[in-house]
């Protein structure tokens, strides 16, 4: 067993990349290799290497921030959603605004119509009154002066 352990080679980055390449053909005949794999972005801006990092650690790292970078993005995205629903928001709200000021002036203009015609049919009654009483005081003056002239 000592044996095996001593023919074990190093960690070697682009042979494992081969190796995985060649699994990639072996599955998907309809893939082919232009060159080596391209490798994805190291890593965003924010973040950088140490030094005395080994290249396990360093993978793993990169791994783990681009899967947070992926997530952020995608959060991102959630913002630009919540910003545009806020501006319908906003676009409604100016919106019923405005329909509440229409609203409101055609209920003003209905009180004010709803007051003229109110005063024009107690005019009408007023004058309907004045008219009777008029009728009565003359149909009384005829009355008397046919009295008087009857007797």
């Known amino acids: ?71 952020a993005k995608e959060i991102e995205a959630v913002g630009e959603f919540v910003k545009d629903m806020a501006q319908r928001c906003e676009q409604l709200t100016n919106s019923a605004s405005v329909m509440l000021k229409e609203i ?6 209905y009180r004010k119509e709803g007051k003229r015609i109110f005063n024009e049919i107690e005019s009408c009654s007023s004058a309907t ?9 003359f149909r009384d003056k005829i009355a008397a002066k046919t009295a008087e002239g009857g007797a």
């Open 129 to 137: 009154d004045e008219v009777r009483k008029l009728c009565e005081t």
């Open 1 to 71: 067993m000592r044996g095996q352990h001593a023919a074990v080679r190093p960690f070697d980055v682009s042979r494992i990349e081969g190796e995985i390449q060649d699994a990639v053909q072996q599955r998907s005949p309809r893939i082919q290799a232009v060159g080596p794999m391209p490798r994805a972005p190291v890593v965003p801006d924010y973040v950088s290497h140490r030094d005395d990092v080994s290249e396990i650690g360093k993978l793993s790292a990169e791994a783990l921030v681009r899967e947070y970078e992926v997530t």
């Open 104 to 109: 409101n002036a055609t209920a003003a203009r």
